[in-house]
């Protein structure tokens, strides 16, 4: 064994060598843990050529016999690193979105293998999150993982290569390590039916206030048809009668929990993913719908992840629009670009275009929140502003709790015609009360 202190730390390694001869060495031989755990750290510390030393070590020693051993081995690492991703704040949809990320569609696919082997201890509990296992679902779709022993095999089969299929599990697992720790969003599959020991603003079970099924499907129904229409106009107009209707049935909701003895009650976090390419400039379209609907979020650059808090059915409402704006703006940003050639398809007119259609959508969304709220103090009275105040409010402190250091970033754009299209398209209609489409 050598010991190698990197960056002050201490590590214990496996001297392999890579001929996967352990007969001349003194004592015993390292066991499959060990030739796992260092072959991992080697990928943690970016130590590439040591990384492979080991994983032909590895294969060496699977191709003589030892498949099923290092199989289990394996298995059982990394069932263990995703448990504690969940006991770290991580969540499936978001660790899987990281892992494809920073690594490769390979990694992915080992994840997911993963994620339905650790999801079979709870999938059946009484306590089961419905969310959480609506994201396994979503991260492991038709997937039949062997059990243990029969992994490594299965991995083999689809990449045609023992070492290969070695290496991707070990680059997962040692990533799985590295993760950060994210703040709580709710208690991991390890809590479920018990009483977790402490309980912020972020982790507090939330009272459940999703939105009415019948205005989640007027909603749909309008975004659907902006979504399809080749008509900017007419894709603003049912937008802003979407965002309208949200807003007023989010207000009516809140003045019902108004009486709510706990003060945010109800307040909790998502996340949401925001995928490459342009993610920055698709992450300030998001913040837009995010003040719009009294929400409040925060963004992770190095993720490319995106933390939103809010009432349960505002954050609904949030992923619906975010969805369907994204789709709009690049649907919009394609077209628009035609006209101009080659210099269309250019990264600086994109990013410009999808900046400048977040912030001017920004305000177009306001606008219909606005115009909801007028309705609402015509029903409520002057009552509604302090519970409106209060509910954006509690969706701040709930961001601040558990991201009490923040700082601003500032996205810069450099394309003249990018911005001015991507206003035109942001822009293209008036969206007052003459502009508003009945819902069916």
């Given at each position: ?8 730390a201490s590590s214990v390694f496996w001297d392999g060598g890579g001929d996967g001869d352990t007969t001349t060495r003194r004592g ?185 099924p019948k205005i989640t499907q007027r909603v749909r129904a309008l975004l659907a048809k902006a979504e399809s229409t080749d008509f ?193 398209a942001a822009d293209a209609a008036r969206l007052g009360p003459d502009a508003a489409i009945n819902a069916g």
């Amino acid at each position: 064994m050598k010991k190698r202190r990197r960056n002050g730390a201490s590590s214990v390694f496996w001297d392999g060598g890579g001929d996967g001869d352990t007969t001349t060495r003194r004592g015993a031989p390292p066991s499959w843990d060990e030739w796992v755990t260092g072959a991992a750290q080697a990928s943690v510390y970016g130590d590439e050529r040591d990384a492979r030393s080991r994983v032909r070590t590895l294969t060496d020693h699977a191709l003589r016999g030892g498949s099923g051993e290092l199989s289990d081995t394996l298995g059982d690492k990394l069932v263990a690193a995703v448990a504690g991703c969940w006991q770290r704040g991580w969540q499936p949809a978001d660790l899987t979105h990281v892992i494809g990320r920073q690594l490769k569609a390979d990694h992915r696919k080992v994840l997911a293998d993963v994620v339905a082997l650790d999801a079979v201890t709870y999938v059946y509990s009484a306590h089961a999150d419905p969310g959480w296992l609506a994201q396994v679902d979503a991260v492991t779709p038709d997937v039949a993982p062997p059990d243990r022993p029969g992994l490594l095999a299965h991995w083999t089969a689809a990449h045609h290569d023992t070492e290969s299929a070695i290496a991707t599990a070990v680059e997962t697992l040692g990533l799985l390590w590295r993760l950060p720790t994210q703040p709580r969003l709710c208690p991991p599959p390890s809590e479920w039916g018990h009483t977790p020991r402490s309980s912020g603003p972020a982790d507090r079970p939330a009272a459940a206030r999703a939105a009415d099924p019948k205005i989640t499907q007027r909603v749909r129904a309008l975004l659907a048809k902006a979504e399809s229409t080749d008509f900017p106009e007419e894709a603003e107009a049912f937008t802003a009668k979407a965002q309208e209707l949200i807003a007023r049935h989010a207000i009516d909701q809140a003045m019902l929990d108004a009486g709510a003895e706990q003060p945010g009650r109800g307040t909790a976090g998502r996340r949401l993913l925001v995928d490459d390419p342009y993610a920055k400039a698709k992450s300030l379209l998001l913040n837009q719908i995010v003040a719009a609907n009294r929400c409040s979020c925060v963004w992770h650059p190095d993720l490319s992840i995106s933390t939103v808090f809010g009432q349960t059915g505002d954050l609904d409402a949030v992923e619906l629009l975010f969805t369907s704006l994204l789709t709009q703006a690049t649907a919009s940003m394609v077209t628009a670009g035609r006209s101009l050639g080659a210099s269309g398809r250019e990264r600086s007119f994109r990013q410009s275009f999808l900046v400048a259609f977040a912030s001017r959508i920004g305000e177009r969304l306001q606008e219909a929140t606005a115009s909801a709220v007028d309705a609402a103090r015509e029903r409520h009275g002057d009552d509604v502003l302090p519970v409106l105040a209060d509910s954006e409010a509690a969706a701040e402190a709930a961001r601040t709790d558990a991201f009490p250091r923040l700082r601003t970033q500032r996205i810069s754009t450099s394309n003249h015609h990018g911005w001015i299209a991507g206003q035109a398209a942001a822009d293209a209609a008036r969206l007052g009360p003459d502009a508003a489409i009945n819902a069916g």
